[in-house]
T-cell receptor, first 114, second 113 residues
Framework: QKEVEQDPGPLSVPEGAIVSLNCTYSNSAFQYFMWYRQYSRKGPELLMYTYSSGNKEDGRFTAQVDKSSKYISLFIRDSQPSDSATYLCAMSARGMNRDDKIIFGKGTRLHILP | DGGITQSPKYLFRKEGQNVTLSCEQNLNHDAMYWYRQDPGQGLRLIYYSQIVNDFQKGDIAEGYSVSREKKESFPLTVTSAQKNPTAFYLC????????????FGSGTRLTVV
């Protein structure tokens, strides 16, 4: 079983719809959870981050972590064509540890249709 | 503005040549990383460095080499021993005490011709 699983898509939704992106993971030591957005031929940019379980909201974006199910989600409300990108989930076990590495999902390609 | 600069944006290499990809950051970050990104493969860690003059192999280090002589710079050399070097290469950095995430450069697309 891979440490982090993410459906590669592509996921196509109409403009204005609510988008749900998800990742599952197997390592119960993960505590720090991140979502990156990557536009074509660009580097990923950090979109949201959360610690442990719970929800975090930032504008149209909501990140949700369910540690009991080892499942994280990113919701995008009122989706826009400019949200079309690849979204990568990422997580780490001990953020303060110098040797700790971040594990990335493979990314989900999202297309918002005008 | 602080950030990470990768150069060149596009690079072409002939079979049997070594090439060096540049990565410079002015964020005063301690740790720096090199990833390779292929379609359907996600990000794969090549090398990382937590401090100057020290670096560790990642998951796919074979055929690559790095140096960290300055805090700001972490160049990656793709050697002729790398059998399939065509890929998108990403450099990233992280502040030593940060719990979250990396700052990524804009990437270098390497193509073998």
């Amino acid at each position: 079983q891979k440490e982090v699983e993410q459906d590669p898509g592509p996921l196509s939704v109409p403009e204005g719809a609510i988008v749900s992106l998800n990742c599952t993971y197997s390592n119960s030591a993960f505590q720090y959870f991140m979502w990156y957005r990557q536009y074509s031929r660009k580097g990923p940019e950090l979109l949201m981050y959360t610690y442990s379980s719970g929800n975090k909201e930032d504008g149209r974006f909501t990140a949700q972590v369910d540690k009991s199910s080892k499942y994280i989600s990113l919701f995008i409300r009122d989706s826009q064509p400019s949200d079309s990108a690849t979204y990568l989930c990422a997580m780490s076990a001990r953020g303060m540890n110098r040797d700790d590495k971040i594990i990335f999902g493979k990314g989900t390609r999202l297309h918002i249709l005008p | 503005d602080g950030g990470i600069t990768q150069s060149p944006k596009y690079l072409f290499r002939k079979e049997g040549q070594n090439v060096t990809l540049s990565c410079e950051q002015n964020l005063n970050h301690d740790a720096m990383y090199w990833y390779r990104q292929d379609p359907g493969q996600g990000l794969r860690l090549i090398y990382y460095s937590q401090i100057v003059n020290d670096f560790q192999k990642g998951d796919i280090a074979e055929g690559y080499s790095v140096s960290r002589e300055k805090k700001e710079s972490f160049p990656l050399t793709v050697t002729s021993a790398q059998k399939n070097p065509t890929a998108f290469y990403l450099c990233a950095s992280r502040e030593g005490r940060s719990n979250y995430g990396y700052t990524f450069g804009s990437g270098t697309r390497l193509t073998v011709v």
